[in-house]
DNA sequence: ATTATCTCATTGTCTGACAATGTCAAATAC
DNA sequence: GTATTTGACATTGTCAGACAATGAGATAAT
């Protein structure tokens, strides 16, 4: 991304160059800073102690004796991770995992307006990716997870009857389609945007009970995901995702 | 978010507050940590001086004095920026602007593990997102946006003939689409998911070039979505999206 | 005009200190 | 004995000052 000084004209600076190929064989190195390669230590610490969300880890003095740095950049690295959204920290107590971490993890900030129309947008950005899930789940949930499925509905239609608050059980409901989907990354990024929906939502307009009209029809869309008719649970689907939008539609206008 | 607190049980806690809805009026008091206060007070500077994009922000000394806070301060504020990618910092040069800035923005962050596997999976969901694009793209884009795709087409198609890298003049044509669909989330977090990619792909495998067999294809596309035709324009999308998804498979199944 | 060198501004790191706050155990009250 | 209060301690948050490492722009040399 650094690599933006190309007018057209700059296809012409050949004159040096005289064999590209072997240019191009180079790979930049790396620049390795010091935090990065606390961030690296951590990161072999924390796989070779097995800690899990919600452990703790040890303390930045600890952490600066033993990797033999500052404190201060102990305090740096643990700063970006926490920009990063994989530890909480807290002055007084300590400091917790709060994301799986792995050598092979890699990490994606996404930069979102908090606004009214930022509603529609991950909305409209949410349906795509859900209505794939649903896609994916049909055709592909063993039985398992289809069984999950199941599961997972009969509370979310217990709550819904019973007056209760079913927003956690319709979340636990959709995750199971989309696991179901067999790419979890689909699950991932419905959920950060699930959760950035109800975080611009619940700021200015309170609480978020969104898609109420719609619990009836999740009765449909899971027996037609385990069934497997995909096309089917992909209308149903569909018919979900804009009962929402309408309502969202109508808070918008409202206002 | 924090709010995960809530086993069915939990519900007959009410021993103390006798009045459960004065207590539900109340919102948590937002704990401000002197680094919150300092990056609102960048939100709202780089709001100010309308910095964009690429833009310097100032040092950190001059921050530090400015806001009435310690260096070290500023440089946490700024590092959690950093690890959302907000900013760029260069040792010895300064502190780069690398993401739009506004009061009302919102930061997503979504860890992936780094995998042959991801590969395939980060592109099927960038292809539903693209997919999804194009065809908003070819039923709302207006004059300028249309104008703008041909042209990023042309240049697109020069370096490919010539035999340059047309890599950036790929992701420029891909971005006009995604501009044109008229939700900039689409765009957004096919880039993120675009640069995850290839950070992915770069790793273990070397240089990205994939899809150069579907370069051709991408006349018809820029066509399609210029009259308007959002069918068509979809599938020759599909097409191009299932050349790369071919090429990884090869290479991932070679290995 | 190009290249090499120098200077300086800027970020990176370290040290040491104190403040603010959550945790946990001891002390106290019932 | 049990519940509540209190206080010591550990831990993160903030500050100040110093020096190192590096990149960019100015300057000098070819």
Redesign the pocket.
Known sequence: MNTKNKNPQSAKNVKKSANNNVIRALRPIK?R???MEVIDALIEMIEAAGLKIGDR?P???EL?KKL??????I??ALKSWQGMGIIT???????ILAAEVSSNSIYVPITLKLEAESLLRTHGVRSVLEIEATRLAAINANEKQRRLISARLEILMYDFEMGDDWREADALFHGAINEASGNPLFGQMIKQLHDVFNDIYVEPLGEARLGEASIPLHRNLAKYVVEGNADEAVRVMQEILDIVQTEVKAIINER
Chains 1, 2 share one sequence.
């Open positions: 620049k800073t010091r935090d880890l303390t930045e003095n600066a033999n740095v500052g404190r201060s950049t305090r740096e920290r807290n002055k007084g107590a300590g400091t």
